[in-house]
């Protein structure tokens, strides 16, 4: 499931505040495994034009390099890569709840290539 860097019940932004909401209900209804992504920006061309999602995608590669350490967590990523991740963590069946920020996609990906 992706829902949003930041999700929390306990948050006081709407949006990722219903976020945590979802993530909560989803954990409740015990799957065997459960895999939550939460990607900050998320990247790529979505085939139409919004120029506020230009502007802030054209914004995010450029502070990208400088989200480091806890930061990095908001480093944005592209879409297809967030899919690739789910892909392959949905063959990591080992945790029952595994919550996935940018740092945990990308091992992913880094050790997936092939």
Same mark, same amino acid.
């Given at each position: 499931?992706?829902?949003?860097?930041?999700?929390?019940?306990?948050?006081?932004?709407?949006?990722?505040?219903?976020?945590?909401?979802?993530?909560?209900?989803?954990?409740? =209804?015990?799957?065997?495994?459960?895999?939550?992504?939460?990607?900050?920006?998320?990247?790529?061309?979505?085939?139409?034009?919004?120029?506020?999602?230009?502007?802030?995608?054209? =914004?995010?590669?450029? %502070?990208?390099?400088?989200?480091?350490?806890?930061?990095?967590?908001?480093?944005?990523?592209?879409?297809?890569?967030?899919?690739?991740?789910?892909?392959?963590?949905?063959?990591?069946?080992?945790?029952?709840?595994?919550?996935?920020?940018?740092?945990?996609?990308?091992?992913? %990906?880094?050790?997936?290539?092939?």
């Amino acid at each position: 499931m992706v829902t949003a860097v930041g999700a929390s019940v306990h948050s006081r932004m709407s949006y990722v505040k219903i976020k945590g909401e979802i993530e909560r209900d989803l954990i409740t =209804l015990d799957f065997e495994h459960t895999h939550i992504f939460r990607p900050s920006m998320i990247m790529g061309n979505r085939g139409e034009f919004h120029l506020v999602e230009k502007i802030m995608m054209a =914004l995010w590669r450029i %502070l990208n390099p400088f989200f480091i350490g806890g930061m990095s967590r908001y480093k944005g990523m592209e879409a297809k890569n967030i899919a690739r991740a789910m892909i392959y963590a949905a063959k990591n069946r080992f945790e029952k709840v595994k919550v996935y920020h940018w740092k945990d996609m990308n091992d992913l %990906l880094l050790n997936n290539k092939g």
